[in-house]
């Protein structure tokens, strides 16, 4: 059974702290997606990897960085939290490099505030 | 123009009632759709994959409409289960892996 894991379910931090937010998958996957959620947005793409050491911006990727040093672990960065930033973190990771196999996996979300 | 479009909702259906979800999507080149569920505070999953020859799981029907790009889910019998927001997803520009999420229909079923 596909897996993915993702370090807290609620997280609150101050405005200006460094935080980081980390996925987990256990399936060997090389695509790893960090994506938000907020009321009436909908789900929008922040950074994406296709592979270690890779990444790619999304359509929201400012105020945010991303790591991938290892092939399993994809880590999510606010180098200084904002509130605007308060929202629902999810990862989310497919099984397979070819389309048609590009079905999302979903970490269980990181509800992160920022006061 | 929004690259897929579905309509909020949200859907307030009696149990049994027979539901339809309609979505569109902007980009001809998209190659994979799917319908996905979500539940209140949950992540999304996997509801099921859109065939063009449309395909069919229990009580779900899902249609896809090449020339229209139109993507449609039907849900008879409902239940009070099916109650939960159905994401409809495309992929983006033919790339792998990475997918558009429309913004999701709420279904709320009542006994």
């Known amino acids: 059974d596909v897996k993915v894991t993702q370090s807290s379910r609620y997280l609150v931090k101050r405005t200006g702290e460094k935080v980081f937010l980390e996925c987990v998958q256990d399936m060997d996957h090389e695509n790893m997606f960090w994506y938000r959620q907020d009321p009436g947005l909908g789900l929008r793409l922040i950074y994406f990897s296709y592979d270690v050491k890779m990444k790619e911006k999304g359509d929201i990727p400012e105020g945010y960085s991303v790591s991938r040093e290892k092939k399993e672990r994809f880590s999510l960065i606010l180098e200084s939290a904002s509130t605007n930033q308060t929202s629902m973190y999810l990862c989310?990771?497919?099984?397979?490099?070819?389309?048609?196999?590009?079905?999302?996996?979903f970490g269980p979300g990181t509800r992160l505030t920022v006061l | 123009r929004k690259e897929v479009e579905q309509d909020p909702g949200p859907f307030n259906v009696p149990e049994g009632a027979t539901v339809a979800f309609n979505c569109t999507y902007s980009n001809s080149a998209s190659q994979s759709f799917f319908w996905y569920r979500q539940d209140c505070r949950k992540e999304p999953k996997l509801l099921m994959s859109?065939?063009?020859s449309g395909n069919e799981d229990g009580r779900f029907t899902a249609q896809l409409n090449r020339a229209s790009q139109y993507i449609s889910l039907l849900i008879r019998d409902s239940k009070l289960s099916d109650s939960a927001t159905y994401l409809c997803v495309v992929n983006a520009r033919g790339s792998q892996g990475n997918l558009i999420f429309g913004k999701g229909t709420k279904l709320s079923v009542k006994p």
């Open positions: 989310a990771s497919p099984p397979g490099s070819s389309v048609g196999t590009d079905t999302q996996y």
């Open positions: 859109v065939y063009s």
